[in-house]
C-alpha cells in the first residue's frame, strides 16, 4: 500500500512532515475495548506502529460500542485488533501481547516501546503500576473515560501532575472513577446524577456500567486527535484539567 496516497485526504489539516512523524509514533493501547476504536481512528488518520494488550476475549455485548464484529466473538481482543488494524493498513506493525499488563518488566518493555500510552486497564494495581513506569520513563499517558454521553480523557505528561496527585492517592475499583469525577470535573455531571440516584447501588456492586457507542466514538476522537495535537506541536489540556466531547453543549 502506497502510504502518501492512503494518507491524501490529510492535506491541508497535517503537514506533511508531521503526517510522516505520524506514520513513525508508536502507540500502545492497554486494554482492546475502548482500544479497538482507538486504533481504528488512528489507524485511519495514519499512525502504522501500535503495541496492543489485553486477556479478554470479544463478548456480544462488546459489539454495541467495540469495533468487533460477531466473527470475532470469543477471539482475544488483542488479536482480533490487530486484524482490524491490518485490514485498514496491511503496513501496519503491531505487537500482539494477548494477556493483562501485570508483571513489571512486561509493563517497562512495552511502555519503553511507545510514545504514547493510552491506559484503559482496569483501576487496580496493574493500572497504578503502568501509570507509575509511564512516568518514570517521562512519556505522556492517556486516560480515556466514557461518561453517559460525554466524551472525556485525562492527559497526564511529564510536565503535567500525576494520575496520584490528581487523585490525592491511588483509589481502585469504583472509587477510583468517582474521585477522577470528583478532583477533574467538581463530580459526577448533572446530565448523569438521575441515573446515579436511581442505579448507583447497582453499578457499586458490580453491574456493569452503560455505555454508548456515541460516547465510546467521540471518547476515541478525543484520544487520537490529542496525540496528533501533540504531534503538530500544539497545546492540549493537561491533568488535572480533562478534554472533554460534550454532543449537546449548552443546548
Avoid at 49 to 63: H, Q, R, T
Avoid at 70 to 99: F, M
Avoid at 179 to 200: A, C, M, R, V, Y
Avoid at 202 to 210: A, D, N, S, T, V
Wanted: proline share 6%; aromatic share 8%.
Amino acid at each position: 500500500m502506497n502510504y502518501q496516497s492512503f494518507v491524501r485526504r490529510n492535506w491541508g489539516l497535517i503537514p506533511q512532515n508531521i503526517q510522516r512523524e505520524i506514520g513513525r509514533a508508536k502507540i500502545l493501547l492497554v486494554g482492546c475495548g475502548l482500544g479497538s476504536q482507538v486504533a481504528v481512528l488512528a489507524a485511519r488518520t495514519g499512525f502504522q506502529e501500535f503495541i496492543v494488550a489485553d486477556g479478554d476475549n470479544v463478548e456480544l455485548s462488546n459489539l454495541n460500542r467495540q469495533a468487533f464484529r460477531e466473527e470475532d466473538i470469543g477471539v482475544n481482543k488483542a488479536i482480533a485488533l490487530s486484524r482490524k488494524i491490518y485490514e485498514i493498513n496491511p503496513c501496519a506493525q503491531v505487537l500482539v501481547v494477548p494477556t493483562f499488563l501485570k508483571e513489571e518488566k512486561e509493563i517497562e518493555l512495552c511502555v519503553s516501546r511507545a510514545d504514547f500510552i493510552v491506559n484503559m486497564a482496569d483501576p487496580d494495581d496493574a493500572m497504578w503500576r503502568i501509570s507509575e513506569i509511564v512516568r518514570a520513563q517521562s512519556k505522556t499517558e492517556i486516560h480515556p473515560l466514557n461518561i453517559g454521553w460525554l466524551g472525556y480523557c485525562l492527559v497526564v505528561s511529564p510536565d503535567s501532575f500525576s494520575l496520584e496527585e490528581v487523585l490525592g492517592g491511588k483509589p481502585q475499583a469504583m472509587e477510583f472513577y468517582l474521585q477522577l469525577l470528583n478532583n477533574t470535573l467538581g463530580g459526577i455531571p448533572q446530565e448523569l446524577i438521575p441515573l446515579w440516584e436511581q442505579f448507583g447501588d447497582r453499578i457499586l456492586q458490580g453491574e456493569p456500567i452503560p455505555q454508548l457507542s456515541i460516547t465510546v466514538s467521540m471518547t476515541a476522537s478525543l484520544v487520537v486527535g490529542t496525540i496528533t495535537k501533540v504531534l503538530l506541536g500544539q497545546k492540549v489540556p493537561l491533568a488535572p484539567k480533562p478534554i472533554l466531547a460534550d454532543p449537546w453543549g449548552d443546548v
